[in-house]
């Protein structure tokens, strides 16, 4: 993959981000929030394939640690929050 | 093929002496490996959009949350069957990442929730900075373009560091913690900042040729900064930092995704750096105040301008529980306009309680939400969904302010800034043209505070001695709960 190829793939995804995002409530801008917060773990694919010699290893395993926490936490806080929107009955 | 002789001739360059058609069949291996994992980050991607899509309205909304998940399932699952991934490593960090995930996410309260959002992306971050790094120190970079490679390393290494140590500030500063509580910054900070970030800079530009000492020095810099640009802001603009650093922790996966050859990792990054960017672009208009002046100036309160003396002398009605039971018997439309005070007094249970009982008397109550009514975009609407407060009875700004007029009671609860009146009246009020909740249009207005004091603007509210205001002064939850008792006994 080339550079322009990358670029192109990073710029439509922002307009797609802008155009979604957009018309997301005020009433679920914490969960949106959280929850995007947990797709940017989306680095633990990264740290996954990251690490090689044993500096590269232990900089693997910790991105590997954030990350995780970071995707699990975000899904689980959002879901928890989520679940606690209800319409009148 | 030219892929193949660019990596050889890298390898070459660097004086590994492998074998040839050895690197040759690897590579090869690796290509239909990698096919077959970018046709299952792609659907990652996709399901990433869609989880977001969902979040658009609250009935689709866990339906989203779920999408999203199941994308980041299907992404980390390829990556583990598709990629070189040693296993032992990946799972002890997976369980780790997974109990303190989970750990985090259920012990956390509603009320420390921009808390945890500053902690995820300081983690999000940071974990860009080490990827990075660890690709750095590989002697075979996995990108055909070192250039481009080395750019992006610096790139992830300087917005993830960053991230990283100014979410840590912001998560202590919101946790109210004795270190972070006061604005602190070094005289001339601006300077010191500035030549911290031209040299990161620069230093991102030298990567291109694919050092790994730079890599480390630029990422203490960056770290260090991250601190110096947090700590001189004021806690109550957190909400506009912490989008911010969401946007950043974003930008700094898509960098990332850049260093290592990754879609997924560009599609995700700059969804959440659009994200990100958005919430800051709403919070800065709903305080009428400008990116820039939030993370450079100082908020500094007025010194000019009435004095309480001049604003309060003679005109505040104080009321009682008693008699506000009294004026809210018979009324039609009642507005409940919530502040953080009251999330800080734990008051949103009763707040519902006495929503409940004004309902059962035929009356209609809505919430009216201003955008920085929380300390993060949406947040008082999380903290009034957690009371069973029904979100359609939540309104926003723009929505409610036009039907003021016709609401018997306005009851504030803990707010103040937001609905200063002063803001629409005095351009030269250091709140002047920020948006507000019109509750003065309001038949009645009851204010329930603790005292007179000031908001954080450090101006006195007119409202408080308009002719339809009424002061109950007291804590909101001790207040609020001798109003429910009046009521039932009305």
Not at chain 2, 236 to 252: E, F, K, Q, R, T
Not at chain 2, 253 to 268: E, H, R
Not at chain 2, 380 to 407: G, H, R, W
Request: net charge negative; hydrophobic share 50%; glycine share 10%.
């Amino acid at each position: 993959m080339d550079i322009i190829t990358g670029l192109t793939i990073f710029v439509l995804a922002v307009f797609v981000g802008v155009e979604v995002i957009t018309k997301v409530p005020p009433t679920l801008h914490t969960p949106l929030m959280s929850g995007s917060n947990a797709i940017s773990g989306i680095t633990l694919v990264g740290a996954l394939l990251a690490g090689e010699g044993f500096l590269g290893g232990m900089l693997g395993f910790l991105a590997i640690v954030f990350a995780t926490t970071n995707v699990i936490g975000g899904f689980l806080v959002t879901h928890r929050m989520l679940a606690m929107f209800k319409k009148k009955k | 093929m030219f892929d193949i002789l660019l990596k050889q001739f890298v390898m070459a360059e660097q004086g590994l002496e492998k074998p040839v058609a050895k690197a040759a069949e690897k590579v090869a291996e690796v290509a239909s490996l990698s096919e077959f994992s970018n046709l299952g980050y792609l659907v990652a991607s996709v399901l990433f959009i869609m989880g977001i899509k969902g979040l658009t309205h609250p009935r689709t909304a866990v339906r989203g949350n779920l999408l999203g998940a199941a994308g980041m399932l299907i992404a980390v699952l390829v990556t583990l069957v598709g990629g070189q991934v040693s296993w032992p490593v990946a799972i002890a960090g997976i369980a780790v990442g997974t109990a303190a995930g989970t750990w985090f996410a259920n012990t956390v309260q509603m009320t420390q929730m921009p808390q945890l959002v500053a902690l995820f992306n300081g983690f999000g971050g940071i974990a860009s900075v080490l990827v990075a790094g660890a690709e750095v120190l590989r002697s075979a970079p996995t990108s055909g373009n070192i250039a481009v490679a080395g750019l992006a390393a610096g790139l992830a290494g300087l917005i993830g560091s960053v991230t990283f140590t100014g979410s840590l500030v912001a998560a202590g500063k919101l946790q109210e913690l004795s270190q972070f509580k006061k604005p602190f910054s070094l005289p001339g900070h601006q300077i010191i900042n500035a030549v911290l970030i031209a040299v990161t800079l620069i230093l991102c530009l030298n990567m291109m040729d694919g050092s790994a000492w730079e890599y480390f020095l630029l990422t203490t810099i960056a770290l260090v900064l991250g601190v110096f640009l947090v700590t001189p802001i004021g806690g109550a603009d957190m909400p506009v930092v912490i989008a911010l650093l969401n946007s950043y922790s974003g930008l700094a996966a898509s960098a990332a995704g850049f260093v290592i050859n990754n879609n997924v990792l560009i599609v995700a990054g700059a969804l959440v750096g659009a994200s990100g960017i958005i919430l800051t672009n709403i919070m800065c208009k709903a305080m009428n105040r400008s990116l820039l002046n939030v993370l450079f100036a100082k908020f500094e309160p007025s010194a000019d301008g009435p004095s309480d003396d001049e604003v309060y002398a003679g005109k505040i009605k104080s009321t009682s529980p008693e008699e506000v039971a009294m004026l809210l018997d018979g009324v039609q439309r009642v507005v409940v306009v919530p502040g953080y005070g009251l999330a800080v007094a734990q008051a949103q249970h009763i707040v519902r309680e006495m929503a409940t009982l004004l309902e059962s008397e035929g009356v209609t109550v809505e919430y009216a939400i201003h955008p920085v009514a929380g300390r993060m975009p949406g947040h008082m609407n999380v903290l009034l969904a957690e009371a069973d407060v029904p979100y359609d009875q939540l309104k926003e700004m723009d929505e409610i302010n036009p039907t003021f007029s016709q609401c018997d009671a306005a009851i504030v609860i803990g707010a103040n800034d937001v609905v200063n009146p002063v803001a629409n009246t005095d351009p030269s009020s250091p709140i002047a043209g920020m948006p507000i909740l019109n509750v003065g249009d309001a038949r009645t207005v009851i204010v329930v505070k603790r005292s007179l004091s000031p908001g954080f603007a450090g101006i006195p509210n007119p409202l408080f001695a308009a002719d339809n205001c009424l002061m109950l002064f007291g804590d909101a939850k001790q207040v609020l709960m001798e109003l429910v008792a009046a009521l039932k006994d009305r």
